[in-house]
């Protein structure tokens, strides 16, 4: 039932290089979110768009960048990764009404050392 | 902003009925209640979401009494595939932002 697409699932990294987590949607919908989770821990926001050409800063810190060109895509960069950067990064949508639930992509597990 | 508080942890048994407790005391008038299911190493899913009295879907329901100062989720006869973090959530309104507590750890046992 996936309709949220996250890419890479893994990846392993050397610190300083940068990278790109691609995030792409097929069901239209105008918000999208990256949600950062360390393994146990909960989720938090750190980026999310109301639509093309909108980006915002969620609650959580975060050095890493977002761009909304098209609808359907939500791209994640860090520009120099860390180890600090280890972590899941988390993609999600939703419809612009208030109150509609999330659906979340499955994730990429960012290991970097 | 409306904090939730929920149980670290829970276990049961499969065929048993499973309830959740979450409060949120400070939930505002327009807000929503709303709880996600998380399996290790997926993104979480959307389970069910409430405003007040009683919602029942396909997979759980969600009971809310009057002062909606807390919420309880109902999975009835939970299987080994229902063990999962359970997150409850107050959906602010108007907001763009949903706030992700620790979440209730549940683990079904055979």
């Known amino acids: 039932e996936a309709d949220i697409y996250q890419t890479p699932r893994y990846l392993v990294i050397g610190t300083g290089k940068k990278i790109t987590l691609e995030c792409s949607q097929t069901m239209g919908h105008d918000k999208m979110y990256w949600y950062q989770q360390d393994p146990g821990m909960e989720l938090h926001l750190i980026h999310y768009?109301?639509?093309?050409?909108?980006?915002e800063k969620g609650d959580l810190s975060s050095e890493s960048t977002v761009s909304r060109i098209r609808t359907e895509h939500f791209p994640l960069t860090l520009e120099s990764a860390r180890p600090s950067h280890t972590s899941q990064y988390l993609c999600a949508s939703s419809k612009p009404l208030d109150n509609s639930p999330l659906h979340f992509g499955n994730g990429t597990r960012l290991t970097v050392t | 902003l409306a904090k939730t508080t929920q149980p670290i942890s829970m276990d049961s048994y499969e065929g048993q009925e499973v309830n959740i407790t979450c409060s949120h005391n400070n939930i505002a008038t327009n807000d929503y209640i709303t709880w996600y299911q998380q399996f290790p190493s997926q993104g979480p899913r959307f389970i069910i979401q409430g405003y007040k009295t009683k919602v029942t879907n396909e997979v759980a329901s969600l009971f809310i009494p009057a002062d909606r100062k807390s919420s309880t989720l109902s999975l009835p006869r939970v299987s080994l595939s229902d063990t999962a973090v359970y997150y409850c959530?107050?959906?602010?309104?108007?907001?763009?932002?949903?706030?992700f507590g620790t979440g209730t750890r549940l683990q079904v046992f055979p």
């Open positions: 959530l107050v959906v602010i309104y108007n907001t763009d932002k949903l706030i």
């Open positions: 768009s109301y639509g093309v050409n909108s980006t």
